[in-house]
């Protein structure tokens, strides 16, 4: 067992039973505040952990990590090190934080390092260069078969040989609390042949996990599945804005576009990898059989319980799906397995979502578009209003969590509220 995953580990700050950050955690960011510029930083309970302030307190000398590694703007170069050197800054985050270990006088230096949350401002974490999204959901991608095409022939004929996905835009993925403004695009209405152009009235949440690329593979160099996961630093949980009617219209024959790419939301924190060990579960039989290069041992799926909420301008709130990572029928070995085969070469801080996570019940649905059933079976909202598609005003909130042996590891939220569509002055 990773010494830093023993569910016996307590801290000496307090951390309430419900938070996402307890120290089997340790999960990683970027932040600033009023008297910092930003720097990376860890999370513990309800404060944040500030990794440069820790090195200078010289916590990490014997690790030999470059001197200023921790006073930078994302996570990039960190990841960069290696999984053997951050995984060593991760034990070594945890034995400062360990009530039974008081090696370092941590906790009568703990004023120089915690930030309570709400003093502080996360910043986007990684510089994302490269962005795909993959539609490796057997229940999203049958649902949206049955919706657009034909309910006896819902999945494509590649679907089972192959982790479909597409290249989005990473230029447009923002972290949690960025505003999310309405975005204009051609439209086709119902029954008609002429497009219309206008703010989107079919805007939509995809519930997505993402992972983020740790370790580059030269162009030419395929990644097999069995050493994929040492390529993969964390997970970060990721709602990928979608406009439905701009979608529907474009998408045809090159996948895609406009409807995708004004925005995707992240949260703040990076999960690694290793701490959410604990929390394998096997996948679901492929079936017919996969080809050689994507066949895989081992657990390498997660059960990861995610929830979206649907919050009003008057705070009232609804959860309007309880969904579960462990449902992905490509896992992210598969992916970068596939994403690699013809050579690509993916990059430290590469980021590959996962699709939307849709579950077998629709409660569990992943998307407004299938919860709605395309606006067929409207959700009900506390203030008696109903939601087919978000509306302005509306905050879209994700959650995730992992649970076992009282252990709860937290994924820290995504947080989009809608602002109107712009008025375009397109003289
Ligand atoms: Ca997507």
Same mark, same amino acid.
């Given at each position: 067992?990773?010494?830093?995953?023993?569910?016996?580990?307590?801290?000496?700050? /307090?951390?309430?039973?419900?938070?996402?950050?307890?120290?089997?955690?340790?999960?990683?960011? +970027?932040?600033?505040?009023?008297?910092?510029?930003?720097? *990376?930083?860890?999370?513990?309970?309800?404060? &944040?952990?500030?990794?440069?302030?820790?090195? %200078?307190?010289?916590?990490?000398?014997?690790?030999?990590?470059?001197?200023?590694?921790? /006073?930078?703007?994302?996570?990039?170069?960190?990841?960069?090190?290696?999984?053997?050197?951050?995984?060593?800054?991760?034990?070594?985050?945890?034995?400062?934080?360990?009530?039974?270990?008081?090696? #370092?006088?941590?906790?009568?230096?703990?004023?120089? $390092?915690? @930030?309570?949350?709400?003093?502080?401002?996360? *910043?986007?974490? &990684?510089?994302?260069?490269?962005?795909?999204?993959?539609?490796?959901?057997?229940?999203?991608?049958?649902?949206?078969?049955?919706?657009?095409?034909?309910? /006896?022939? !819902?999945?494509?004929?590649? #679907?089972?040989? *192959?982790?479909?996905?597409?290249?989005?835009?990473?230029?447009?993925?923002?972290?949690?609390?960025?505003?999310?403004?309405?975005?204009?695009? %051609?439209?086709?209405?119902? =029954?008609?042949?002429?497009?219309?152009?206008?703010?989107?009235?079919?805007?939509?949440?995809?519930?997505?996990?993402?992972?983020?690329?740790?370790?580059?593979?030269?162009?030419?160099?395929?990644?097999?599945?069995?050493?994929?996961?040492?390529?993969?630093?964390?997970?970060?949980?990721?709602? =990928?804005?979608?406009?439905?009617?701009? %979608?529907? #219209?474009? @998408?045809?024959?090159?996948?895609? $576009?406009?409807?995708?790419?004004? !925005?995707?939301?992240?949260?703040?924190?990076?999960?690694?990898?290793?701490?959410?060990?604990?929390?394998? &579960?096997?996948?679901?039989? %492929?079936?017919?059989? &996969?080809?050689?290069?994507?066949?895989?041992?081992?657990?390498?799926?997660?059960?990861?319980?995610? /929830?979206?909420?649907?919050?009003?301008?008057?705070?009232?709130?609804?959860?309007?799906?309880?969904?579960?990572?462990?449902?992905?029928?490509?896992?992210?070995?598969?992916?970068?397995?596939?994403?690699?085969?013809?050579?690509?070469?993916?990059? +430290?801080?590469?980021?590959?979502?996962?699709?939307?996570?849709?579950?077998?019940?629709?409660?569990?649905?992943?998307?407004?578009?299938?919860?709605? #059933?395309?606006?067929?079976?409207?959700?009900?909202?506390?203030?008696?209003?109903?939601?087919?598609?978000?509306?302005?005003?509306?905050?879209?909130?994700?959650?995730?969590?992992?649970?076992?042996?009282?252990?709860?590891?937290?994924?820290?939220?995504?947080?989009?509220?809608?602002?109107? !569509?712009?008025?375009?002055?397109?003289?």
């Amino acid at each position: 067992m990773i010494a830093a995953n023993n569910p016996q580990l307590k801290s000496w700050i /307090e951390v309430s039973p419900d938070s996402d950050f307890p120290i089997q955690n340790l999960p990683f960011g +970027v932040f600033t505040s009023r008297e910092n510029t930003p720097r *990376l930083c860890s999370a513990i309970g309800d404060y &944040v952990v500030d990794l440069d302030k820790m090195n %200078q307190l010289g916590f990490f000398t014997d690790l030999q990590i470059p001197r200023n590694i921790f /006073e930078n703007r994302y996570l990039n170069e960190f990841i960069a090190l290696g999984k053997k050197k951050t995984n060593e800054v991760r034990e070594r985050i945890s034995e400062l934080l360990d009530t039974k270990n008081d090696k #370092w006088n941590a906790k009568e230096l703990a004023d120089h $390092f915690l @930030y309570k949350h709400e003093d502080v401002q996360m *910043l986007m974490p &990684v510089k994302v260069n490269d962005y795909t999204d993959f539609y490796s959901s057997i229940e999203h991608a049958t649902n949206i078969g049955t919706l657009f095409r034909d309910p /006896e022939n !819902a999945l494509l004929p590649n #679907w089972r040989h *192959l982790p479909v996905g597409y290249h989005g835009r990473a230029s447009s993925i923002v972290v949690s609390d960025t505003p999310i403004v309405r975005p204009h695009g %051609q439209q086709i209405p119902n =029954d008609s042949k002429q497009p219309v152009f206008g703010p989107s009235k079919l805007l939509d949440f995809e519930l997505e996990m993402g992972f983020v690329v740790g370790k580059s593979n030269p162009l030419g160099s395929p990644v097999s599945t069995a050493i994929a996961e040492d390529h993969i630093f964390g997970l970060i949980l990721f709602n =990928d804005w979608s406009a439905r009617d701009i %979608q529907k #219209w474009e @998408y045809v024959p090159l996948g895609p $576009f406009l409807g995708k790419s004004f !925005a995707s939301t992240v949260a703040p924190w990076v999960i690694t990898l290793e701490a959410l060990e604990p929390f394998r &579960v096997q996948g679901p039989t %492929q079936e017919p059989a &996969v080809l050689p290069y994507l066949q895989y041992s081992g657990m390498k799926n997660f059960d990861v319980h995610l /929830e979206v909420i649907i919050q009003l301008e008057n705070g009232q709130a609804k959860t309007v799906s309880n969904s579960n990572f462990k449902y992905m029928y490509w896992n992210m070995a598969q992916q970068l397995a596939h994403h690699t085969i013809n050579g690509c070469n993916l990059n +430290v801080g590469d980021m590959c979502a996962s699709g939307t996570i849709s579950g077998p019940t629709p409660d569990s649905y992943g998307s407004m578009l299938e919860i709605s #059933w395309k606006g067929t079976k409207p959700v009900q909202m506390p203030d008696g209003s109903e939601r087919r598609f978000i509306h302005d005003g509306d905050t879209v909130i994700m959650k995730a969590h992992c649970e076992k042996n009282g252990i709860r590891i937290g994924f820290g939220d995504t947080r989009g509220k809608i602002h109107p !569509a712009k008025q375009l002055d397109l003289a």
